[in-house]
């Protein structure tokens, strides 16, 4: 009875709130074109070749990219003998010009399965992480240039059919991973690394002009600041794009990494430089108590604000320079992975960012005009910690729309249900209308909508859910 009594005071309160408070409003313009819609949703990782259920799912979300980063972590894809350049050429002594050197055999079934499932992989030269305390394969190598001509070969195995190889087209080539953590990714010096990057991409650019060279995939935004970009830019190294990692609990301040980024590349002449933010997830610290409420954001029983978080990530980046996202990770037993149970490898909630944003990329394509209004935003402002309420909004060549809302907050104790006020072009009167909603109790569920004579919509979005309208 007590339960039954303290869920209508719940109720009660929540509709109080709700209809003492003021709406928020999206304002859609077609007519202003923005851009693109960017491939805000690929992941780090890969469909799995065991569980057929994942490979289903992961063509149903139409993932666009799969970065091969710590796939050797897991047998799912083939554990320490997948993609890692010391896994596909183990001895750095053998005849890197001999195919009988190389293991290319769960590397290739591996990306067998990813480009099977529709994704294209992103490829990560190098090494994983060694966190413990005797490193293996984070050294500098002993012939920088000997492994340039080890990277070509792998290239050449999996886009040009060497060594009884495949034709995949991989595009994106990143060179080795997070030199600014220290030993645990680079164990040499600092100008050790600018000179080992330099061998690689000027060799791996000579061989494959057509390809896109770059990294390093650092573990801040601006690794290594006044080193790293000024070194390309003086010895003319190509930079086809630049890698960095965001690990954060706020969505405003990851858009304000990815302006300093580009601001930063542009006053160095990379103004043609790609911004790749190749790892993100949420993150408050890497330890104690509040790393261990982060785990249960990414997937455990507070998984429904790491949904509403991933969601509201997706449409702040695609409001800032950045030509790719890519979720860490999609390891099924990884401890970071939103999108499937470890077991049974079902979709869980985090899942359904992935896949809705693929409508806006695929479906619809072209980024329109989605104006908050002050009072959804007068909450997250840059540096309160308080993200309030994220769109973006999208059409298609026949005038569909698309408009995509994310309510997402930092500050758990937040309660009240908000009504979200749509403002859509007179045109739109009379027009299909479906939504689907992702929150507390529904997972991307087909929901109603209120309709004004004006052609605007309202629906309400409680703490931490997203929205996908569609006008058909």
């Known amino acids: 009875m007590e339960k039954i009594l303290a869920g ?7 509709a109080a709130a709700l209809a003492g408070s003021e709406p928020w409003s999206v304002t859609v313009d077609p007519s202003v ?6 491939p805000m949703n690929a992941v780090n990782g890969g469909p799995t070749s065991k569980f057929s259920g994942t490979q289903e799912a992961w063509r149903q979300a139409r993932i666009p990219f799969g970065r091969t980063h710590d796939m050797n972590h897991s047998w799912e894809w083939g554990g320490p003998h997948t993609i890692d350049v010391a896994a596909v050429f183990p001895n750095f002594s053998a005849n890197e010009n001999d195919p009988k050197s190389y293991d290319f055999f769960y590397t290739d079934q591996a990306l067998d399965v990813m480009r099977r499932c529709g994704t294209e992989p992103v490829y990560r030269l190098g090494p994983s992480i060694e966190s413990g305390e005797k490193r293996y394969h984070t050294h500098p190598p002993k012939d920088f240039a000997k492994w340039a001509r080890v990277a070509e070969k792998i290239i050449r195995h999996l886009n040009e059919g060497w060594a009884d190889g495949r034709r995949f087209g991989i595009r994106y080539w990143e060179i080795w991973f997070e030199p600014d953590l220290g030993p645990r990714a680079w164990s040499g010096t600092k100008e050790q690394f600018l000179e080992f990057y330099k061998t690689v991409a000027l060799h791996l650019k000579a061989c494959f002009p057509s390809l896109k060279i770059g990294g390093p995939g650092f573990a801040s935004a601006l690794g290594w600041k006044e080193d790293f970009i000024p070194f390309c830019r003086r010895e003319r190294i190509p930079l086809d794009f630049y890698s960095w990692h965001c690990y954060n609990s706020n969505p405003r301040a990851m858009g304000k990494k990815a302006r300093e980024v580009r601001e930063w590349l542009n006053a160095n002449g990379f103004e043609k430089t790609e911004s790749l933010l190749d790892e993100w997830n949420y993150v408050t610290q890497w330890g104690g108590g509040e790393w261990a409420y982060s785990r249960q954001v990414e997937s455990g029983r507070f998984i429904q604000k790491g949904t509403a978080f991933a969601a509201a990530v997706m449409s702040e980046i695609q409001a800032s320079p950045v030509d790719l996202l890519m979720y860490y990770d999609t390891r099924l037993h990884g401890g970071m992975n939103m999108l499937f149970e470890p077991v049974s490898a079902r979709t869980m909630k985090g899942y359904y960012p992935f896949y809705a944003w693929s409508k806006l990329l695929f479906d ?13 935003l007068g909450r997250d402002a840059p540096g309160t910690g308080l993200g ?18 994310a309510r997402y907050s930092t500050d758990d104790n937040v309660q009240d249900w908000r009504k979200v006020k749509v403002v859509l072009p007179k045109d739109c009167v009379g027009r299909r209308v479906t939504c689907h909603l992702t929150d507390d109790i529904r997972t991307s569920t087909e929901v109603g909508v209120d309709r004004d004579k004006d052609g605007s919509l309202k629906l309400t979005l409680v703490p931490n859910s997203f929205a996908v309208v569609e006008v058909w």
Do not use: C, E, F, N
Not at 8 to 14: R, V
Not at 33 to 38: Q, V
């Open 8 to 14: 209508l005071i719940a109720s009660a309160l929540a």
């Open 364 to 376: 619809y394509g072209t980024q329109v005009q989605a104006k908050v209004s002050a009072t959804a």
């Open 388 to 405: 309030q309420l994220y769109a973006t909004a999208a059409k298609d060549a026949a005038g569909r729309l698309a408009v995509w809302l």
């Open 33 to 38: 074109t923005i851009g693109p819609i960017r």
